[in-house]
């Protein structure tokens, strides 16, 4: 796939989890494109444009990171924390979902700049309708951020 | 039991204002709506300052951007410049489609960027949206820590 225009990365290591979340999203035509990470590292090679993601470019980012907090090598907290303090990648709307019932996380989540931050439900027809409303919310409802101070489209048309 | 989410919409437009409460009431969350009508007010009512001394700290805040005394994006620039406030998640409503408004916004750190619609159908259903998925979807961080 091209990864040069990535409406969601889905940053999440279990197979489960990323089935529904992406069949819920592309039963409701929601994301024409998902990248998915399987683990910190990866999901960081992609926003940095990094290592074998080197070809993207950060004018190129996702519309929207699903940020799962519990990652293999480097950790949902760690990620958030790295895009978050960076001038490059701090606009991109990331949504922390995790089936942690903390309180500790949520606080930490939104204190190092979380957009949002979703509890997973166990069920799966809650998890379909969850994605769902997601996806409408991000990708439809939500205007995202734009680089270069303009839109791509517009970039290209000049 | 788990406590009434608190919202405070910062809005100059009592026109608008209205109809956010209207489009609030008749949805399925039950919310305690408040609202400030500048951007002066707005710090006060967040801080628990002056006449706002006994404020309930809100547990989300819808922001507009033009708004007398202090602009949305100074306000919006104060919350989450604070160590405590800048939990409180931060939806930007406006009227204006800028890039240069949506992309300060997201550096300033909001939590997303709506744009309010002309139309009253869809400025209804724009309400309901945000509601939907702040108080049905979205944990919040419910005036703990």
Redesign the interface.
Known sequence: MNDSEVDILLVEDSPEDVDLTLHALHREKLANSVFVARDGEEALDFLFCLGSFAHRSFEDPPKLVLLDLKLPKVDGMQVLKQIKSD?RT??I?VVLMTSSKE?RD??TG??L?A?????KPVDFAEFRK?VQ??G???LV???P???D???KAARQAQ | MKPVPELLIVDDNPADLGLAREALSGGSHHTQINSVEDGEEALAFLNRTGVHASAIRPDLVILDLNLPKKNGLAVLAAVKTD?DL????VVIFSAS?L??D??RS??L?A?????KPGNLNEYFA?VR??E???F????L?LR??
Not at chain 1, 115 to 119: A, K, L, M, R
Not at chain 2, 111 to 115: M, T, W
Not at chain 2, 136 to 139: D, E, M
């Open positions: 001038a701090k606009s709307p309180e949520l606080v939104y204190d700049g957009n949002s931050y979703i509890q969850m409303l997601l409408l919310y991000w409802i939500n205007q951020p734009v680089t101070g303009a839109p | 160590s800048r939990r409180i998640p489609r890039s240069q949506i992309a997201y550096e750190g939590n997303c960027y709506v744009s724009a949206s945000i939907e998925f702040w049905g979807l979205a944990s961080s703990g820590g």
